[in-house]
């Protein structure tokens, strides 16, 4: 039906028409009974004949806009509004159904509209079940929390890890320093290569001695490990990147004339303290720094880290101490557990993503006026395992992309096996920050990062086969639901029987 004056609906040409004249003969007659003769001003004449005139073409119009007009304005609203006349709306000669339409919920419209709607609901329910856990467990429990969760006298013993981050800055210097004596020709290409092999495994090596020897908490040793794997793959592209402006800025044929090698103390201290891994010698910049910014980014990552702690404490530890070993009992029970401790574990994964990847990276951005901050996609709507990795850890990703998949393609290895050394780096890193905390090297992170390049290829098929949401599903399973818990619950086992047999 067509729309007139928001909302109000016009009626055929023919109904419409015949109602005009009919109220310009009873004008007629009336006027005709009152006394009145053809001496009738023109004036008069012509405002009537106007009047006719106007609502003639509006009836017209209506036609017009009732044969021809287009499904998007063609919605009939019912909100009564404007200045219609009531006497041309909802006509019951106007048709109610004029062309083929879907419901909203059918496979063909549902993504055609917005669920904003469903998502408040989801919201309020999931706010509305979370409070009810939350008063349950604390009514059952109590406050589990303990006061030395943070800080206890204890943590005074990790001073040789503390020791240990601070000389990281040692291998950066000695980086710069190789790179500074091939510059002025004092070592020759062969050489500079040896000197950063040494560099970055002496990096590992180092913090991993350390980490073995000391009897650190685990928190401890996983935050010396990450800055290690940071600091290394630093290292990695900072003289992969300064090897190639060499080697294209020696070149005869240069892809870009602008091409120059040089050093700078002040670039490679950016680079170290920048939210990046791929070093380039300058990088986007931002205008200033908004203080007040900063502030409420800081004071949303504490809130967040102590929801971390809270759930942690609170929902995880309990549920990981009552249980067994998911490979040595009930497959039922284990069933049972990794399905429990799966919602807790989901929350602090978010959290975590939020703290680091949003609140953090974002506050060094500001901070050093850093201007590239993609430091992740939409990585939830993720519609194959393999989209998830491209998409949730941005830095990771275009360094890998950068220093270890097109290196690989163009020594002409093929994409199957270039994909399987990234996620081979990618696992032997993963694998590093969680065994040598824990002192236990039964590849269970290796195992799992290896496993997602099956499902990789079997989530690519299953997209092409029977659509996005089918991967999107599998990967949301896969990962979180399955994963992450079963991991959780294999280290915690492993870790307390190594305990018990040194006990």
């Known amino acids: 039906m067509a729309v007139l004056d928001s909302g109000s609906v016009t009626m055929p040409a023919e109904n419409g028409v015949a109602d005009l004249d009919m109220l310009h003969r009873r004008k007629s007659r009336s006027d005709s009974s009152n006394g009145l003769t053809s001496d009738t001003s023109p004036s008069d004449d012509v405002g009537a004949t106007a009047d006719v005139k106007e609502r003639v073409d509006s009836a ?40 083929t ?22 919201v309020v329910v ?59 020709k004092f070592i020759s290409e062969p050489v500079v290569i040896i000197l950063h092999i040494i560099i970055t495994m002496t990096e590992v090596l180092y913090p991993v001695y350390v980490t073995l020897r000391c009897d650190s908490a685990f928190l401890s040793g996983v935050t010396l490990m990450l800055l290690t794997c940071i600091v290394w793959l ?30 700078s103390l002040k670039s490679m201290a950016y680079f170290m303290v920048a939210p990046t891994l791929c070093y380039q010698p300058s990088y986007p910049r931002s205008p200033c720094i908004r203080k007040g910014w900063v502030a409420r980014q800081f004071a949303k990552l504490v809130i967040f880290t102590g929801l971390m702690g809270f759930i942690i404490e609170q929902y995880i530890n ?19 557990r990794v399905l429990k401790l799966s ?14 990847f949003h609140l953090w990276l974002n506050i060094l951005a500001e901070l050093l006026c850093f201007g590239d901050r993609e430091f992740y996609k939409d990585w939830w709507n993720a519609k194959s395992v393999g989209d998830y990795w491209r998409m949730w850890n941005m830095p990771v990703h275009k360094w890998m992309v950068r220093h270890v ?61 029977f659509g996005s949401m089918v991967g999107n599903m599998i990967f949301w399973f896969s990962f979180c639901i399955f994963g992450q818990p079963m991991c959780v619950l294999l280290y915690y086992h492993d870790l307390m029987n190594r305990k018990g047999s040194m006990s």
Request: hydrophobic share 45%; charged share 15%.
């Open 343 to 356: 919602v807790p574990n989901l929350y602090v994964w978010l959290c975590m993503f939020y703290c680091f």
């Open 101 to 122: 339409r879907e419901s909203p919920l059918s496979s063909d419209a549902i993504f055609k509209q917005s669920h904003a709607g469903l998502f408040n609901l989801c």
């Open 318 to 336: 309990p549920i990981v101490r009552n249980s067994k070993h998911p490979l040595k009992g009930d497959l039922l029970y284990a069933i049972e």
């Open 405 to 465: 998949y097109f290196p690989c393609l163009r020594i002409k290895i093929p994409k199957v096996p270039a994909i399987i050394i990234a996620f081979l780096v990618s696992a032997v890193f993963h694998e590093l920050c969680i065994a040598v905390p824990c002192r236990l090297f039964n590849l269970w992170a290796f195992i799992g990062i290896m496993f997602q390049v099956p499902l990789v290829f079997i989530t690519n098929y299953l997209q092409e086969r």
């Open 126 to 184: 999931l706010v509305a079940v979370n409070s009810r856990l939350i008063i349950e467990n604390l009514m059952k429990y109590g406050w589990l929390i303990r006061t030395d969760f943070w800080f206890c006298s204890t943590s005074l013993r990790d001073w040789p890890l503390f020791m240990c981050c601070l000389s990281l800055s040692v291998f950066p210097l000695a980086a710069f320093t190789v790179e500074k004596l091939v510059l002025q």
């Open 234 to 263: 630093k290292l990695v592209s900072y003289a992969h990147t300064n090897y190639d402006i060499r080697t294209l800025a020696n070149s005869a044929d240069k892809v870009d004339p602008e091409v120059s090698y040089y050093v």
């Open 60 to 99: 017209a119009q209506g036609t017009a806009n009732l044969a021809g007009g287009d499904g998007g304005d063609t919605e009939t609203r019912e909100s009564g509004g404007g200045n219609a006349d009531v006497r041309f709306t909802y006509r019951p000669s106007v048709p109610a159904h004029r062309r």
